[in-house]
């Protein structure tokens, strides 16, 4: 009796532990109906085991493929539910000059008039400011290795050829914020940087990730901000999170989803507004300085390093030595 196998591949595919659901279905209808389709039968690793599925056909190696591609399409589809876990940024917390220039941004902003009661409690701490590029979705020490050798790769064979060992210094000028609402709605308000070659890396960095299957498949402009308020951050947020026992989510733009506890689709938006136009004005061409930017990073949302009291990091990689 002849057992097949993936064609050019091992007939085994990892699915992280919290998806593992998704592909045995209730009652195990999904993996099922996979085993009618595509004559295959499928092998789950025990519970508790964090173990990659088995695929096993009598009929051909083509069958253990369409089982196979069956399978990692539902795993792409069931992350697009899940919020991000992770994103890829350029540090800018390592500068000690150019943090000094975002505090006395902060200190400035206080002693505007009319500025929300919890201002500090909404603004980036200097300890985590960045360039967002792209979010991600790992879910495991799997997803997080496959990040780590993708990005260190795409330094590898993309990002370096660009700079060809020059050092990249930019300039981080000027306030924005995000969405087309009036500035006195705005959720996020961030500085920007008008780098050409900065700009291009971080494109290629998403355009590359998007392959793995780890973040969004939907190309997009990569808008480089470095956040200064954020209204996600808020204590009356906070305080509403833990009243409701809700999860908050953050997207790129600042918005918050927010999820029943267990729950994996969002049941209800919900957001806050700040009014910033009087920071907006004041501060529309504010210049936080020059920094040299030598290194991105993967970090975990949400989490804050005991030490460094910045993002914990998952990857580092630096692309000018």
């Known amino acids: 009796m002849a057992l097949f196998c993936r064609k050019n591949s091992p007939p085994r595919i990892y699915v992280p532990p919290n998806l ?10 999904v993996a099922k109906k996979l085993e009618e389709t595509t004559n295959c039968r499928i092998i789950f690793p025990p519970r508790g085991q964090d173990k990659p599925i088995e695929i096993i056909s009598q009929h051909s190696a083509n069958s253990v493929e369409r089982c196979y591609d069956s399978i990692e399409l539902i795993v792409i589809e069931a992350r697009k539910k899940m919020r991000f876990t992770h994103f890829i940024m350029f540090p800018l ?45 790992l879910f495991s020490s799997e997803d997080e290795k496959k990040a780590r050798d993708s990005l260190r790769q795409i330094v590898r064979d993309k990002l370096k050829p660009i700079l060809n060992g020059e050092q990249l210094k930019i300039q981080v000028k000027g306030l924005r914020h995000f969405g087309g609402e009036e500035p006195s709605m705005a959720r996020v308000v961030w ?21 793995t299957g780890l973040t969004s498949n939907k190309r997009e402009k990569v808008t480089l901000h470095m956040t200064v308020i954020n209204t996600t951050y808020s204590k009356e947020r906070r305080n509403e999170r833990k009243t409701r026992k809700h999860k908050i989510i953050d997207t790129q733009e600042g918005e918050e989803i927010i999820q029943e506890v267990g729950q994996v689709t969002s049941a209800m938006k919900k957001t806050r507004f700040i ?11 504010y210049d936080f300085g020059e920094i040299e930017i030598d290194q991105i990073r993967i970090c975990q949302m949400g989490g804050t390093d005991e030490y460094t009291k910045g993002y914990p990091t998952v990857s580092m990689h630096k692309f000018v030595e």
């Open 20 to 29: 593992l659901g998704r592909v045995i279905g209730v009652h195990g209808s």
């Open 93 to 137: 917390s390592l500068d000690e000059n150019f943090k000094q220039c975002y505090k006395k941004f902060q200190d400035e902003v206080r002693n505007l008039k009319d500025i929300p009661d919890d201002l500090d409690s909404i603004f980036m701490t200097p300890e985590k400011i960045h360039f967002t590029i792209v979010p991600l979705w």
């Open 191 to 211: 500085a920007k940087s008008d780098c050409g070659k900065l700009q291009e890396m971080a494109q290629i960095i998403a355009d590359e990730m998007r392959k």
């Open 275 to 285: 009014d910033a136009t009087a920071i907006l004005e004041m501060f529309k061409d």
